[in-house]
C-alpha cells in the first residue's frame, strides 16, 4: 500500500476505532443542535492550482502535507495551556529578535493586542523599540470588553508561532500602554488574539485582522478549530491544562464521532441560532428568540455560560425542580463548604457559549462555509466517563421559523438617519414658522368646514 494511500486510509481507520469504543456511562449534559449533517451541500469547487485544498464537507480537513510546507497541523496539537477561569494561551514570537510571548486565544474579538508596557500582572511585555522590524502606525486604538479594556498603539510587525508555522508573518498589532481590569491577577498571558471577523476590528473594520494575515500569507484554508481540555477539571489557576488551536485546519485525533455543524448568522461575532434549552430532558419552554436577545455567540474569551436574564431565571428555577442539584446562596466568608462553578451566569445583552461549555467539545470554526462545528472531544472526561456529548436531530416543529431578532442597524446608519430625521423636523417647522408670518390677507380665502386653519391646532395636530 502507497504512502498516500497509508495518509488517507489511517486517519479514517482511527476515527473508526474511536466509534467503536462503547460509552461507558451517560453523560450529564447535553447539547441539542439543529444542524446539516456532516456531508454538507454541494460538491465544493476545485481549488486553484497551488492552493491548499478546501476542508472537505465530512470534517477531515487535515492537510498532512500543506501546500508549500508554510504550517505543520501535527505540531499544533497541545500548543495550548491555561484554563477557562483564566483563558487558554498560545506561544507566539513577536518581532526581531523574536520576544516570546503568551497569548490568550479569544474568538470574540478581533484585535491582535500585546502588553506593551510593565504591569503588575504581566511578567513581561513586547519592547517594541528591541525590534528592528516593528512599524508604528501612528494611530491609538481602544477596545473595551464586556470586562475590562484597554488601549494601544497600533504598527505593525513579524510574528511567527512555534508549533505550527516555520515562517514568518507580517500582521497588524497594538502595544498595550493603558488598561483597566483587562490584566488579572494570576493570569499566565501578556496578550489577546482576536479570531473573530474584521467587522469587529477596531479602529476600523478595515484593519485587516490576523488570521486574515494568516490566510493570506500561509496559505492556508480559512478555517480553525479549537479544542480546551478542562471539562471536569477545578480551575486552580495554575494555567496546566492542555489544548490545541489548529489554524487552517481540522484535526481527526482531537474529536470522535462526527462534528455537527449549525451556520453562522452574522459574520461579526461567531453569531449562531439557539433553538432550545433543556433542563433534565425537559424543555424551558421559552420563545427561542429570548435565547437569541440580542444574539447567540460562540467565545472562547468568555469564562462561564452567559444567558439573557430571563433565560436565567428559568434555567435556575428548572435545575431547583429537576432535583439535579440544591443551589444555596453563600451567606458570608469563612464558612466551611466546598464550593463548586455552577458554570452560568445572567447577561445584559447575550447569549455567550463560553470556555464553560466549550471545554467539552471540539468546536470548528468554518469560515469559509460560514458555520460552526461541535464534536464530542476525547478529553472531555472524568474517570472514563464523558461528561459532554451532542445528540441529533431533533423536531422544530413546536420553534417559530427564525429564532433570531432582526438585526439591530449599525451605529453609522442610524447617525444617517438621525441627521436625515432632523432635516426633515427641521424643513416642517421653517414651513409652520413661515405659515404663521405670513400676512392674514394671503391665509384668507373660501372656508372649507373640513380644513382646521386655527393656529394653534395646525401647531397641536402637527406634532401630534
Request: charged share 15%; hydrophobic share 45%; aromatic share 8%.
Amino acid at each position: 500500500m502507497g504512502a498516500p494511500a497509508r495518509a488517507l486510509l489511517l486517519p479514517l481507520l482511527a476515527q473508526w476505532l474511536l466509534r467503536a469504543v462503547p460509552v461507558l456511562a451517560p453523560a450529564p449534559f447535553t447539547l441539542p443542535l439543529r444542524v446539516a449533517t456532516a456531508t454538507g451541500g454541494g460538491a465544493a469547487p476545485s481549488p486553484r492550482p497551488g492552493t491548499p485544498a478546501a476542508p472537505r464537507a465530512d470534517g477531515l480537513a487535515l492537510a498532512l502535507e500543506p501546500a508549500g510546507g508554510a504550517a505543520n497541523f501535527l505540531a499544533m496539537v497541545d500548543n495550548l495551556q491555561g484554563d477557562s477561569g483564566r483563558g487558554y494561551y498560545l506561544e507566539m514570537l513577536l518581532g526581531t529578535p523574536p520576544q516570546k510571548l503568551q497569548i490568550l486565544v479569544d474568538t470574540g474579538s478581533s484585535n491582535f493586542a500585546v502588553a506593551g508596557a510593565p504591569h503588575p500582572y504581566v511578567d513581561s511585555y513586547f519592547e517594541a523599540d528591541r525590534s528592528s522590524t516593528y512599524r508604528p502606525r501612528g494611530v491609538d486604538v481602544t477596545v473595551r470588553y464586556t470586562q475590562g479594556s484597554w488601549t494601544g498603539s497600533l504598527g505593525e510587525d513579524l510574528v511567527s508561532i512555534p508549533k505550527g508555522f516555520n515562517t514568518s508573518l507580517l500582521v497588524n498589532v497594538a502595544t498595550i500602554f493603558e488598561s483597566e481590569n483587562f490584566f488579572l491577577p494570576g493570569i499566565k498571558w501578556n496578550g489577546i488574539l482576536g479570531l473573530a471577523y474584521a467587522t469587529l476590528a477596531k479602529p476600523s473594520s478595515s484593519l485587516e485582522t490576523f488570521f486574515d494575515s494568516l490566510v493570506a500569507q500561509a496559505r492556508i484554508p480559512d478555517v480553525f478549530s479549537m479544542q480546551m481540555c478542562g471539562a471536569g477539571l477545578p480551575v486552580a489557576g495554575a494555567g496546566t491544562n492542555g489544548g490545541s488551536l489548529v489554524l487552517g485546519g481540522i484535526e481527526p485525533s482531537l474529536y470522535k464521532g462526527d462534528i455537527w455543524y449549525t451556520p453562522i448568522k452574522e459574520e461579526w461575532y461567531y453569531q449562531i441560532e439557539i433553538l432550545k434549552l433543556e433542563i433534565g430532558g425537559q424543555s424551558l419552554n421559552l420563545d427561542c428568540r429570548e435565547y437569541n436577545a440580542d444574539k447567540a455567540i460562540v467565545d472562547s474569551g468568555t469564562t462561564l455560560l452567559r444567558l439573557p436574564q430571563k433565560v436565567f431565571d428559568a434555567v435556575v428555577e428548572g435545575v431547583a425542580r429537576s432535583s439535579l442539584l440544591y443551589i444555596q446562596p453563600m451567606m458570608g466568608a469563612g464558612l466551611n463548604y466546598e464550593c463548586y462553578r455552577f458554570g452560568i451566569s445572567a447577561s445584559t445583552n447575550a447569549l455567550v457559549i463560553g470556555a464553560t461549555v466549550m471545554e467539552g467539545f471540539y468546536v470548528v470554526f468554518d469560515r469559509a462555509r460560514k458555520r460552526v462545528g461541535f464534536a464530542a472531544s476525547p478529553c472531555a472526561e472524568v474517570a472514563g466517563a464523558p461528561v459532554s456529548e451532542i445528540s441529533g436531530p431533533f423536531s422544530t416543529d413546536d420553534l417559530a421559523s427564525s429564532c433570531v431578532p432582526a438585526p439591530a442597524l449599525p451605529e453609522p446608519t442610524l447617525w444617517l438617519i438621525s441627521y436625515a430625521l432632523m432635516s426633515v423636523c427641521g424643513a416642517i417647522l421653517l414651513t409652520l414658522i413661515a405659515l404663521l408670518l405670513l400676512p392674514l390677507r394671503c391665509r384668507q380665502g373660501a372656508r372649507d368646514p373640513e380644513v382646521v386653519n386655527d393656529e394653534s391646532s395646525l401647531v397641536r395636530h402637527r406634532w401630534k
